[in-house]
């Protein structure tokens, strides 16, 4: 009855509302205390303060009909223009609104990129471990993804597997970073190593290759890492970046698309997404928080908070043996399984109350994904049970 | 290098970017008192008082990270709850939360349904004169949208021409009712017949037809006039519902799907629904404003301003020997054009400042739709310059 593309989606998304469900019935058994949810990526954080007294402002200080009314379908131009002029100052571009498109969140960034570059079979190439919806997003528009493997001991983008992977279907890259699931941050040379491959193959083939950057965690850095800016670095490049996880407001589905000046065809690229946004059914993204964010630059989340977490958990799991990398950005620990099998792994992590997500999901068996973006003391409280169960893996 | 599809579009694009350019020229010379923009279907009329305080509200009684934060990809239950018990208060129905989807406005609603139901090839049928955007939310999934006609008196739906347009192929049919461009509100018999077709046509090709309610013009009606509840009258039913009119929130992209209960596969269609809400990047409707309606269920802008408007344009026009149809609902005249080439028509009205849509846009040539949700004084200020365009059009 339902289309043939969402049967299969319907048939995938009953086992993780399973998982969901089991996370209930735990709770509902155990007490909500003691069930260590690290399954989602939902940032506990609390917004910065002055987003609730940033939406009082903008309802005291401007008309209604202009807060809550339509614009144009990229945004208002005064915030796209204040958008613009943040994103220069920190990194010496000269962005104008033109180079800006308001969307709803990254997800909705992406998905009218690829609305705009994809025709029936091109490629997108992404890096595994990814996030599984960049399968999903490139589906929505008939195009196929293409997944290569990164570095496995840095989880760095693996340039040879990248250049192998390229033919002349290929359209985009989509990259992310700082990353889900594994943290790490891609370095300035690894994206100098990518813009190089594509620059060859764009030669080579005579196409245009779009490289895609998924930013969602921008903000989200420990330890005074720089997130390079992938718009100083190659041409055909956009930036899909959301506030969900830099503001707290992931409900909210507020976010931007920055496209680089020297595009091809930039004007047409433009003028595509712009319908893509009105087309899909977005219109616009959503008005208020349009004003809110550009109201807000440079706020953030306070950091620090998701660090101790890191901190603590990390320690610990290496404490315990397991072989993680110590990630930069984000809120995910991506440690390799004590067992080979990971879905194994994280049925047995369940046994002492550890929902975790098996690195299958994420194209890279072996490892599981733990977000840690939950409260200090259920940490805390967890390490005794991840104890156990690594005694447990080590009894195998 | 855009794609195939969008740079169809994009041309188009460019076309209604130029209208508008050419009402920001007039304005510029004639000053933007003198210009009569009836060009855009964007409310002028403010918000009811209520909204913001509500907003304001429930900043300070709820958690920012519920009010800010993810929630199920259907919507918060609490909401989706209140708006069953709303629904099922004026219409005897027995809704739950499991029946509504929370979406980004009717836009993002009628895609998530397209995307559930469409297999390429797929047809969907609608009624002309159609809002244009049906066919490229149709386009969107492939599907191929077949446009049959409406009856030229009154614009009630043709039966006999949906009956003929109907065959094995045929997946959907989307109704807007208020409509736009028309005004008119579709009669109860008009569904009841709608209806039996439907009906029958799904026992002839074994298949399952489904309606698809487009509703977001639903409390904008005039004279105490009743739109039909089609979950009453049709099994297979979908409403697609906004606030962007009735609350005057346009920007904010917040509305329903409403399923049916008694509809095919409910299950699968509503497991459908909550996927593709999250895979075509909308992940779930703006989370604040879901809860600030919510909380407003029954409120309403002041329909009354409107009505006025309607009024005095539309016995302007008659006198001045338009043949229009009274609208019911929604803020659109739909006039005969004076001369039987509309986009000539439309060129002539802006010699007199007057900025109007060709029924051409809406697959209805020799008319023209006419948004008269403006200021008021703006329309009194508008007559004259419909006098001498009357005036020039009956001496060609």
Request: hydrophobic content about 35%.
């Amino acid at each position: 009855m339902i289309s043939k593309k969402m049967n299969k989606l319907v048939e995938n998304s009953s086992i993780i509302r399973a998982m969901f469900e089991e996370g209930k019935r735990l709770s509902y058994i155990y007490g909500e205390e003691n069930v260590f949810d690290f399954s989602l990526g939902n940032p506990n954080v609390q917004p910065p303060e002055n987003i609730k007294k940033t939406i009082i402002d903008i309802l005291s200080e401007e008309s209604p009909n202009l807060v809550h009314g339509y614009m144009n379908n990229s945004g208002y131009e005064d915030v796209r223009n204040n958008i613009a002029k943040y994103i220069n100052k920190n990194n010496e571009l000269k962005l104008t609104a033109n180079n800006i498109i308001m969307t709803c969140g990254a997800a909705g960034g992406l998905n009218i990129i690829l609305k705009s570059l994809l025709n029936p079979d091109d490629e997108v190439i992404t890096f595994a471990p990814f996030f599984g919806e960049y399968a999903n997003y490139v589906d929505n528009f008939y195009g196929k993804l293409v997944i290569v493997k990164s570095q496995a001991e840095t989880f760095q983008p693996d340039i040879q597997a990248l250049e192998e992977g390229i033919n002349e279907k290929t359209k985009a890259i989509i990259i992310n970073s700082p990353n889900n699931p594994t943290g790490v941050v891609y370095s300035e040379k690894s994206i100098k190593d990518i813009a190089k491959v594509l620059e060859k193959k764009e030669r080579e083939y005579g196409t245009s290759i779009f490289l895609i950057s998924d930013e969602p965690y921008r903000e989200i850095v420990y330890d005074d890492i720089e997130v390079p800016f992938i718009l100083k670095m190659y041409k055909n490049s956009f930036i899909g970046y959301s506030y969900s996880k830099s503001l707290s407001l992931p409900g909210e589905r507020i976010g931007y698309i920055a496209v680089n000046s020297e595009m091809d065809n930039f004007e047409d690229i433009i003028a595509s997404l712009n319908v893509a946004n009105r087309i899909l059914g977005f219109v616009n993204a959503p008005s208020l928080f349009q004003r809110v964010v550009g109201r807000t630059l440079g706020e953030e989340v306070d950091v620090n908070i998701y660090k101790k977490n890191r901190d603590l958990l990390y320690n610990h799991l290496i404490n315990l043996g397991f072989q993680c990398i110590k990630p930069e950005g984000a809120f995910y620990l991506f440690p390799k399984t004590l067992i080979e099998d990971d879905k194994k792994f994280a049925q047995i992590a369940k046994k002492y109350n550890i929902l975790l997500v098996p690195g299958t999901a994420f194209g890279w068996p072996g490892y599981c994904r733990i977000a840690y973006c939950i409260g200090y003391d259920k940490i805390e409280k967890s390490l005794e049970a991840f104890t156990k169960l690594a005694e447990e893996c080590r009894s195998i």
